[in-house]
């Protein structure tokens, strides 16, 4: 029974996924019974499902980002949210759209994703990454400088939103994290998620001998600085699009592959595809439980998503320390 248990998790995991998006559907704002929704305004029903599909895309698009990001620097605290990643995606975004602003959707994704390669370069360099060694050595550096860079392009994008009125009406919940309602232009940066996933999924076998050590990928086959590339590569993307579409969003990169990684162990192909429908099935969650607990208010998915990440945050320092303290003894 045991090489079927993987086949059990997928069901399990995608099955949570379906009943996520049916809520989702279901569920929002606005009360009504589920005859009144499919056969009233159809405008209700595809709006929702316009959400979930955002929703569904980032989610998935964040946790791969997070577990490539991990998995090549061996830190299980990289996340595009807490490392600096998606802060500088959404400052280049905010920038391009305050002193550009006849730009479409698709120049803000872009922006995003070079702010997104920039705020990553920079962690690289400040963590003390060499392509020729992988992520050897850089795993303790890691989070101090994704703090610094993340604090200092939050704070200036927070800066460029509050000086200008139409920014705040158009990026203060955006910048919270906030799904959009209707299409503005998303079609470009959810092709380029889907792609991205796609491509990702070749790059799995590379970046797990790369974890081997340097010498023993080079002795493979598999340059070390081109595996170093195309995964930072991948998580720019990734990131970049995402922040385009919902604003930067923290933790989901985090705890997503941690649950992942416990239920695949040491296989990341098959973390990887655990990712997916755990990283779409915890943004929708959370952008369904922003709709409904406030009635009719809402609260940005983002928010939702930070609170539980923190508490989150806590239970796996919790599982990672103690193993520090019996390697110190």
């Keep these: 029974m045991a090489p079927l248990r993987p086949l059990y998790i997928n069901l399990l995991?995608?099955?949570l996924f379906a009943l996520v998006l049916l809520c989702a559907l279901r569920f929002g704002t606005a009360q009504m019974s589920a005859e009144a929704l499919w056969h009233g305004d159809a405008g209700l029903l595809s709006g929702r499902g316009f959400r979930a599909l955002c929703a569904m895309a980032v989610g998935a698009a964040l946790a791969v980002s997070g577990l490539m990001l991990q998995s090549l620097t061996g830190n299980p605290l990289a996340d595009p949210g807490i490392t600096g990643i998606n802060a500088g995606a959404a400052l280049m975004a905010v920038a391009t759209a305050q002193f550009v602003p006849s730009a479409g959707a698709g120049l803000v994704m872009v922006s995003a994703i070079a702010g997104a390669g920039l705020a990553g370069l920079a962690l690289w360099l400040l963590a003390g990454g060499d392509a020729g060694l992988g992520g050897e050595g850089i795993a303790l550096r890691l989070p101090l400088a994704g703090l610094a860079i993340e604090a200092l392009c939050l704070s200036l994008a927070m800066m460029l939103i509050l000086t200008d009125a139409q920014s705040q009406a158009r990026y203060l919940h955006w910048i919270s994290g906030a799904m959009p309602p209707v299409s503005r232009g998303e079609d470009t940066p959810l092709l380029v998620?889907?792609?991205?996933?796609?491509?990702?999924?070749?790059?799995?076998?590379?970046?797990?001998?790369?974890?081997?050590?340097?010498?023993?990928?080079?002795?493979?086959?598999?340059?070390?600085?081109?595996?170093?590339?195309?995964?930072?590569?991948?998580?720019?993307?990734?990131?970049?699009?995402?922040?385009?579409?919902?604003?930067?969003?923290?933790?989901?990169?985090?705890?997503?592959?941690?649950?992942?990684?416990?239920?695949?162990?040491p296989e990341l192909r098959r973390a990887y595809g655990y990712c997916v429908p755990l990283g779409a099935a915890a943004l929708?969650?959370?952008?369904?439980?922003?709709?409904?607990?406030?009635?009719?208010?809402?609260?940005?998915?983002?928010?939702?998503?930070?609170?539980?990440?923190?508490?989150?945050?806590?239970?796996?320092?919790?599982?990672?320390?103690?193993?520090?303290?019996?390697?110190?003894?």
């Design 13 to 15: 995991l995608w099955s």
């Design 193 to 265: 998620i889907a792609l991205s996933l796609i491509a990702g999924v070749f790059l799995c076998h590379r970046l797990s001998l790369l974890t081997l050590g340097a010498d023993q990928s080079h002795s493979l086959g598999r340059d070390p600085r081109v595996t170093v590339s195309l995964t930072l590569a991948l998580v720019t993307v990734l990131s970049g699009a995402s922040v385009a579409i919902v604003g930067p969003i923290a933790f989901l990169g985090l705890l997503v592959p941690f649950v992942a990684r416990g239920l695949a162990g």
């Design 284 to 329: 929708m969650a959370s952008d369904l439980a922003g709709r409904v607990i406030v009635r009719p208010g809402e609260i940005d998915a983002g928010l939702i998503v930070a609170m539980f990440g923190g508490v989150g945050l806590v239970v796996v320092l919790t599982r990672l320390l103690p193993r520090s303290g019996r390697a110190r003894a």
